[in-house]
């Protein structure tokens, strides 16, 4: 995937960054990045919210994380959370074809370790967006522990990838009814397939 990057996607230009993976998992080999069709919906999203921080849970080869740093004003700051040491050797090259270092902060290391410290370690107060693309058992556990460390404020998004396939059972039961939240669900698909999936846009509502 990175070689291909590095073969068809120009320096600096995210969107042909984006492009490349894309083409390379429809063509090639599939991989689980959130892919062209939720990826619409994702740049939607980030639009719309506009953020100045962001936190991203899952970073896998970064794909998502240059679309989403792609639309981010000059001053936003993205954090981007990976344990596998390979996928983020991986995703710190992608980001860096793509011109996005600055505006990326690319944390080596568990999400249940590194949510506690966001405040200490990075001096952010509380996350506009957090977009939850990780084991999809750690959905739930790690939003119960951004609400317990106080990184959410009235209006944070959170936006799930695979809520239905794999799907996130215990995560979307306790979002959609918890009075703290109002939920949306974007229906779309897997990437590069037909199977149904979607993506669960939650408001925190303090
Ligand atoms: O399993 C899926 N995603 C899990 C993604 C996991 C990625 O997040 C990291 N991670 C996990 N917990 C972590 C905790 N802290 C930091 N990184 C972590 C893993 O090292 C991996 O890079 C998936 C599967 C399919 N699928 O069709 O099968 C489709 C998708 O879109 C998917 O996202
Ligand atoms: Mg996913």
């Known amino acids: 995937m990175l070689a291909a990057v590095q073969k068809n ?10 492009k490349a ?7 090639k080999e599939w991989a689980m990045n959130v ?15 506009n953020p100045a921080t962001v936190l991203e849970l899952g970073t896998y080869c970064g794909y998502s994380t ?13 954090i981007t959370l990976e344990f596998n040491p390979d996928y983020a050797a991986i ?3 992608v980001i860096a074809w793509a011109g996005l270092e600055d505006k990326v902060q690319l944390v080596e290391g568990a999400s ?4 506690p410290k966001m405040k200490e370690k990075f001096g952010i107060e509380t996350f506009d967006l957090v977009f939850l693309d990780h084991w999809k058992d750690r959905y739930l556990p790690d939003t119960k522990l951004m609400e317990e460390c106080g990184l959410l404020r009235k209006g944070s998004i959170l936006l799930a990838d695979n809520v239905i396939c794999p799907g ?24 590069y397939t037909k199977v149904e999936d979607g993506l669960e846009k939650s408001v925190f509502l303090g």
């Open 9 to 18: 996607a120009t320096r600096g230009d995210p969107r042909s960054v984006v």
């Open 21 to 27: 993976i894309d083409q390379f998992c429809r063509q």
């Open 35 to 49: 892919g062209d069709e939720k990826g619409c919906i994702l740049d939607s999203v980030v639009t719309e919210v």
């Open 66 to 78: 240059v679309r989403i740093a792609s639309l981010l004003p000059s001053n936003a700051k993205l």
């Open 91 to 93: 995703a710190c090259q």
């Open 112 to 115: 249940g370790d590194w949510i």
């Open 168 to 191: 996130t059972p215990d995560y979307l039961e306790y979002i959609r009814n918890s009075p703290r939240y109002k939920s949306q669900y974007f229906k779309s698909h897997l990437e």
